[in-house]
């Protein structure tokens, strides 16, 4: 039997708490006589903020502890953005649900000059070693600097002049109703975003076959098969959150496209594909495109990220 009243995990974020309510709406509409509470958990990432995230040695830092409180029961569920989630989960949690994603792109967020427009040696602000790599090959006469914080940190470092510029997922400020402070929506083609940008994951325990049910209703299809993909391009690789990858899949009827690309860590080497197939089966794409970066060497890029 599902709980009578769902009880919420999500970190304590502005962000996390409005993507905590989405679901719990979502959920409301499925289920009118579900009663849901949000349950506020302090997760590693959130405790360390000075630590570069490509420098920590924990992988999952923003859901470990999430995932320790749905496993002995304190929570229901746990909402996550899913570009933190990593691939493989603790023995008796699962993904159960991803709902409708939002624009997965990057965006720039500057005091009004575009990113052709930055005069050289503008301080760009960005806390991954991914978005590091694609800005330096396309401006490499911009300073590219180290973040950590909440967003609204982010774009405070900006407005006071202390950076020229922060680069942001779209997703985050569309859903903090900011839009009118992204200068810029960067294209895919220069700078493709993480795996599973964009998107809310619901996880649950595996063997909730209840609740499991009642989620399944609150599951955006093209979103799960995107991401799916995505996420296998990554699990093939071997990639954590050290490793510079990205990875952007779409649908367009029964048909999925993906786009992802691996690379060294001081950005020296990028391997880039693309591959096609079946929506129903995105993450055999995801796989097959990574496998044959894995041929063109990726796996020593990799394994170099993870040494550095």
Known sequence: MSPVKIVIGSRGSRLALLQAQSVAAKLKGACPEKESEIKKIVTGGDRNRRVQLDRMDTIGVFVKELEDALLDGRID??????????????????LAAVTERVDPRDVLVTR???LEKLPPGSRIGTGSLRRSIQLSRYRHDLEIQGLRGNVDTRIRKVREGELDGVILAAAALLRLGWRERITQYLPVEDFLPAVGQ?????????????LQELISGINDIPAWQCTAAERSFLST?????????AALATVSGDRLSITGLAASADGEKVLRGSGEGAASSGERVGQDLAERLLALGASEFIEGARES
């Open 198 to 210: 964009g998107a809310i994951a619901v996880e649950i325990r595996r063997n909730d076959d209840d």
């Open 77 to 94: 569920l746990a909402v996550h953005s899913l570009k933190d989630m990593p691939t493989i989960m603790p023995e008796g949690l699962c």
């Open 112 to 114: 009004g000059e575009t």
């Open 237 to 245: 690789l071997g990639g954590g959150c050290r490793a510079p990858i």
